[in-house]
């Protein structure tokens, strides 16, 4: 059986080992390995096909069910199965029609995320210091642009080469706009304030590129206003949606991108007028209202004439009252120097002297003073010591507290109903409690007996 299989294995690549197939694209499916498995349908028949990793990765499309495509490559069998499949080499959309259907489907795709939105398109700045153009560097397009800009405005521009057609066009088409919007701004390249996404004109398989999902998606995610300007005025791509203006072709991208220097100037001369005419205007009005109401304002003379007047009244009247404080201060000079006459000043110590000697200490009447006062203190301190509660002590009296407390009793009577008593001598105490013996207190001639101990 496996020889039958290799027989007719080869049979069918030696016959058909190079094929041509047009069909729709039915049953498409991309495996982990990378290969991608998918069937190829008319109207009456069908045939499985293979392409393997390398072949797939480079197709400049996304196959999807449904396109009609040619396909290119050999017949071969698969003995595991038992049946015949072709091995493409290369992929082709079939004809214009096939390419309409997948952009029609993408821009469904895209749009219905929002990623055409008008409310997500940002405004273009009115003089941008830096603009990046993405194009090839060495079509027409960038000179027309660069030519465009120095009639109009002269300003700095960084271009990004890039492929504008072909395969891996679309790939470094959106990492350039990547890339711009990835400058940190302050950087060795200056991050631009605009960008211009530009191509030449060309049919729609030579813009294809730009209606690639990467490109359309890094012209949506670009947080620096785009403008594309790709193909010639009839000509559109998805890019043009997402981007936040397009312009028509790369000439008009650059006339849309700077306002003209020479209109600049022109309308900042005439500002510069028009602004100093006002002011002028200003200060003139502002002149014919001063004189009007200087009008209405008194002279200088008659608002002072008053105040002159008053001033020489004040001078006046200065003058006199100095010099009635000057007489008022003569005469008391006058009286107090009377006062200090010599005769009057030796009077007065005279009279001091008499006085001092009156008041001077006289030693017999300090003796006496001194005397009395001994005497009085001798009597309050006898008083002192027949006062003095501990005196008594010392003939054989006894203070009689209470245990504890120390509270001094006064009669027996107390004494009985106290229990354990301090007897306080003259030099020392004793402890003692009053005993009672069937339930009596021992008493003897009305004094309670006691029993003392240590």
């Not at 390995?33 to 480079?58: E, F, N, P, Q």
């Not at 300090?366 to 001994?374: M, N, T």
């Not at 010591?385 to 054989?396: C, E, K, V």
Request: aromatic residues 4%; contains cysteine.
């Amino acid at each position: 059986m496996s020889e039958l299989s290799a027989s007719l294995k080869r049979m069918v690549e030696d016959n058909f080992g190079h094929v041509r197939l047009r069909g729709e694209i039915s049953g498409y499916k991309r495996a982990a390995s990378g290969h991608a498995y998918l069937t190829l349908k008319d109207d009456r028949a069908c045939i499985d096909a293979v392409m393997w990793k390398g072949t797939a990765g480079t197709l400049p499309f996304n196959p999807e069910d449904g396109i009609e495509v040619i396909a290119t490559g050999k017949l071969t069998t698969y003995p595991g199965r038992s049946k015949y499949q072709i091995v493409i080499d290369r992929l082709e959309l079939a004809g214009e029609g096939a390419l309409m259907m997948l952009l029609e489907r993408l821009k469904a795709k895209l749009s219905a995320e929002g990623l055409f939105d008008p409310a997500r398109k940002k405004p273009l700045p009115f003089l941008p210091r830096t603009i990046g153009v993405v194009t090839s560097p060495t079509g027409a397009v960038i000179r027309d642009i660069l030519h465009r800009l120095e009639d109009r405005c002269p300003t700095h521009v960084v271009v990004w080469p890039v492929m504008v057609q072909g395969q891996g066009a679309a790939e470094q088409v959106a990492a350039a706009i990547r890339g711009f919007d990835g400058l940190p701004p302050g950087g060795v390249v200056t991050r631009p304030d605009l960008v211009i996404v530009a191509r030449g004109g060309g049919s729609i398989e030579d813009l294809w590129a730009f209606n690639e999902e990467v490109v359309v998606r890094a012209i949506a995610d670009c947080s620096i206003p785009i403008i594309s300007a790709v193909g010639h005025e009839t000509d559109t791509t998805l890019g043009d949606y997402a981007a936040d203006i397009r312009a028509p072709t790369p000439t008009a991208a650059a006339e849309i991108a700077v306002p003209v220097r020479a209109e600049l100037m022109a309308m900042l001369r005439d500002q510069g007028a028009r602004s100093e005419r006002a002011a002028r205007r200003y200060r003139e009005r502002g002149m014919e209202q001063l004189r009007a109401l200087s009008r209405l304002l008194p002279s200088p003379a008659a608002l002072l004439d008053p105040q002159r007047q008053r001033t020489d009244d004040l001078g006046e009247r200065l003058r006199r009252g100095l010099g009635r404080r000057l007489a008022d201060a003569r005469g008391d000079l006058a009286h107090a120097a009377a006062a200090l006459r010599p005769g009057l000043l030796r009077q007065r110590v005279a009279g001091a002297e008499q006085r001092l000697r009156g008041i001077r200490l006289q030693p017999a009447l300090l003796r006496r003073r001194l005397v009395e006062a001994s005497d009085r203190f001798d009597r309050l301190s006898r008083l002192a010591q027949s006062l003095d509660p501990h005196r008594p002590l010392s003939r054989g009296y006894a203070w009689v507290t209470t245990r504890p407390g120390g509270k001094v009793l006064s009669d027996a009577a107390t004494a009985r109903t106290a229990g354990a008593l301090t007897l306080q001598f003259a030099d020392g105490t004793v402890d003692a409690r009053v005993e009672r013996a069937g339930g009596r207190t021992y008493e003897g001639g009305g004094t309670a007996q006691p029993n003392l101990f240590d």
